[in-house]
């Protein structure tokens, strides 16, 4: 199994510009998560989304978009990206069933922005 | 609210030597926790969790309710344990929904 699959890997983009970052996941899982990964930082949430349809603002969602149309997917959108958003863009996913608290979050490769 | 410190940014350790990486939180709920882990250019990778009490690569982790900490310990280190550890809480959100929260995480380097 692939597990999360997240895309593209790498891209520049110039200010103002607009795009999207797909994650995918195989394995069912009813939730899925985009986080953030800067120095110093460690990882904050941005989005997440407890099902297909729905999803809910993390700890630093400004800027940001999402939008959980499958239950497999989980795309995140910059629609006028800027600088501070340049980071490495972490998905992960977690099985939905009993045992939620201690249940594992499974993440994909990242995806590194850098914005000029 | 919950939060979770790891006071170290950095650590090294020469091969051999004993590792413990610290990791305190705050929450008003009944805790469970992880320890990732994170290679270079890698993806975050579960290492173990409090709720399964095991032992994963020789790495342990104990939590403490009454200092509110969940250290994460080795023994002897080798060198391919150099890697960035993000030490995690599980918080009910609502709806269901459990997030983690994250320290900033601790760099470990192991000397040859």
């Known amino acids: 199994n692939a597990g999360v699959t997240q895309t593209p890997k790498f891209r520049v983009l110039k200010t103002g510009q607009s795009m999207t970052l797909l994650c995918a996941q195989d394995m069912n899982h009813e939730y899925m998560y985009w986080y953030r990964q800067d120095p110093g930082m460690g990882l904050r949430l941005i989005h997440y989304?407890?099902?297909?349809?729905?999803?809910a603002k993390g700890e630093v969602p400004d800027g940001y978009n999402v939008s959980r149309l499958k239950k497999q997917n989980f795309l995140l959108g910059l629609e006028s990206a800027a600088p501070s958003q340049t980071s490495v863009y972490f998905c992960?996913?977690?099985?939905?069933?009993?045992?939620?608290?201690?249940?594992?979050?499974?993440f994909g490769d990242g995806t590194r922005l850098s914005i000029l | 609210a919950q939060r979770v410190t790891q006071p170290e940014k950095l650590l090294s350790v020469f091969k051999g030597a004993p590792v413990e990486l610290k990791c305190n939180y705050s929450?008003?709920?009944?805790?469970?926790l992880f320890w990732y882990v994170q290679y270079s250019r890698q993806r975050l990778q579960l290492l173990l969790r409090h709720i399964s009490r095991e032992s994963i690569k020789g790495f342990t982790a104990d939590l403490n309710k009454g200092e509110t900490s969940f250290h994460l310990k080795k023994p002897f280190a080798q060198e391919e344990d150099s890697a960035m550890y993000y030490c995690?809480?599980?918080?009910?959100?609502?709806?269901?929904?459990?997030?983690?929260?994250f320290g900033k995480g601790t760099k470990l380097s192991v000397i040859p």
């Open positions: 989304s407890v099902g297909e349809g729905t999803t």
């Open positions: 929450y008003s709920g009944s805790p469970e």
């Open positions: 995690a809480l599980s918080s009910y959100s609502g709806a269901g929904s459990y997030q983690l929260t």
């Open positions: 992960a996913s977690r099985w939905g069933g009993t045992g939620g608290a201690y249940q594992p979050q499974h």
